[in-house]
T-cell receptor
Framework: DAKTTQPPSMDCAEGRAANLPCNHS???????VYWYRQIHSQGPQYIIH???NNETNEMASLIITEDRKSSTLILPHATLRDTAVYYC??????????FGTGTSLTVIP | GAGVSQSPSNKVTEKGKDVELRCDPI?????LYWYRQSLGQGLEFLIY????????KSGLPSDRFSAERTGGSVSTLTIQRTQQEDSAVYLC??????????????FGPGTRLLVL
């Protein structure tokens, strides 16, 4: 099963960078790290994924440690609309995405 | 382009009734997945379709749950004789190729089912 550890909740001031950590110490060499978020009453939204290298897209940056045992999702300039539950997923057996309880990020005005 | 759509968005039913939930995946996506999310919980996998076949039904919680997919596109999840514990948000996702590929799944908005 997917085994990730995320803090249950975090706050971030509007306009500041939000750094969401995830531990995945049992990750295998060919498993990607995915991040999704779920805004209240909506379906999960894909954010970013990566294997070894750091990745950046229009939404966020993903920093993966060299040993791949942890990663950090960075929202560079958090807005109120970024308030959501953020899920880190590292194992996709049989195409099943296992979502844990994630990190509830609250962006504060 | 159009994303994954689901209907109805909300469904209230009485215990013992049957319900049908519909999912329209992204056009051209081979793989389709059903999940459910109970209040305050993570997502629970239900079933996976590759084309019209379902090679993985391992997540269906009981034989009251069934799903089909036709034309490699639309899928219907049916719950017979609904129980109150079936109340949840039912989410559908699709991906381009499916099994054997680690690829992004794109989710629909979900159907909120309430069984009274």
């Amino acid at each position: 099963d997917a085994k990730t550890t995320q803090p249950p909740s975090m706050d971030c001031a509007e306009g500041r960078a939000a750094n969401l950590p995830c531990n995945h110490s049992t990750i295998s060499g060919n498993e990607y790290v995915y991040w999704y978020r779920q805004i209240h009453s909506q379906g999960p939204q894909y954010i970013i994924h990566g294997l070894k290298n750091n990745e950046t897209n229009e939404m966020a940056s993903l920093i993966i440690t060299e040993d791949r045992k942890s990663s950090t999702l960075i929202l560079p300039h958090a807005t109120l609309r970024d308030t959501a539950v953020y899920y880190c997923i590292v194992r996709v057996p049989r195409n099943q995405f296992y979502f844990g309880t994630g990190t509830s990020l609250t962006v504060i005005p | 382009g159009a994303g994954v759509s689901q209907s109805p968005s909300n469904k209230v039913t009485e215990k013992g009734k049957d319900v049908e939930l519909r999912c329209d995946p992204i056009s051209g996506h081979t793989a389709l997945y059903w999940y459910r999310q109970s209040l305050g919980q993570g997502l629970e996998f239900l079933i996976y379709f590759q084309g019209n076949s379902a090679p993985d039904k391992s997540g269906l919680p009981s034989d009251r749950f069934s799903a089909e997919r036709t034309g490699g596109s639309v899928s219907t999840l049916t719950i017979q004789r609904t129980q109150q514990e079936d109340s949840a948000v039912y989410l559908c996702a699709s991906s381009p190729r499916g099994r054997g590929y680690q690829e992004t799944q794109y989710f629909g908005p979900g159907t909120r089912l309430l069984v009274l």
